[in-house]
């Protein structure tokens, strides 16, 4: 299995690249880091990229359940960069286990993948000055 990790935007976008299948020691690895990014910027976004990815084994699928419960709030946009149709399951399917907004792109999508991942929320914006009313 690989698994790369990549900070972009200073560090509130974590770029996962996954090939092969994850084990239970990945997360080893990726827990510490997605920690860190969270600790630094509040919540992060994760761009998921599958190729060439077999899945989970039973462990590391377990680990990944604890994981999403542990960051259940802490992660703002996931985009999952895929090739196969279990994958897009997959993305449907963790909707549930997160309040991030996930979504799922083919390869061919990759740029736009990640264009959206990068695009500003909402949240991002100024709060809103009020308007003081002088009466008379």
Same mark, same amino acid.
């Not at 990549?6 to 974590?14: C, D, M, S």
């Not at 994850?22 to 630094?40: F, Q, T």
């Not at 992660?75 to 960069?81: F, L, N, Y």
């Given at each position: 299995?690989? $698994?790369?990790?990549?900070?972009?935007?200073?560090? %509130?976008?974590? #770029? @996962? =690249? $996954?090939?092969? %299948?994850?084990?239970?020691?990945?997360? @080893? =690895? $990726?827990?510490?880091?997605?920690? /860190?990014? &969270?600790?630094? =910027?509040? *919540?992060?976004?994760?761009?998921?990229?599958? +190729?060439?990815? =077999?899945?989970? !084994? $039973?462990?590391?699928?377990?680990?990944?359940? %604890?994981?999403?419960? +542990?960051?259940? %709030?802490? &992660?703002? /946009?996931?985009?999952?960069?895929?090739?196969?149709?279990?994958?897009?399951?997959?993305? *449907?399917?963790?909707?549930?286990?997160? !309040?991030?907004?996930?979504?799922?792109?083919?390869?061919?999508?990759?740029?736009?993948?990640?264009?959206? &991942?990068?695009?500003?929320?909402?949240?991002?914006?100024?709060? /809103?000055?009020? @308007?003081? #009313?002088?009466?008379?």
């Amino acid at each position: 299995m690989t $698994l790369e990790l990549k900070e972009e935007a200073e560090g %509130k976008v974590l #770029v @996962v =690249h $996954l090939s092969g %299948k994850i084990a239970r020691s990945d997360y @080893v =690895h $990726l827990g510490p880091e997605v920690n /860190r990014l &969270i600790e630094k =910027h509040g *919540k992060v976004r994760v761009l998921m990229d599958m +190729k060439d990815f =077999h899945g989970w !084994t $039973l462990g590391a699928l377990w680990q990944d359940v %604890k994981f999403d419960m +542990k960051h259940y %709030k802490d &992660i703002e /946009r996931v985009a999952m960069v895929g090739e196969k149709s279990w994958e897009k399951w997959m993305a *449907k399917v963790c909707r549930p286990f997160t !309040t991030a907004e996930v979504r799922y792109f083919d390869q061919s999508q990759a740029e736009q993948a990640k264009a959206w &991942i990068m695009e500003p929320s909402q949240e991002a914006s100024p709060p /809103r000055q009020p @308007v003081e #009313v002088i009466p008379g």
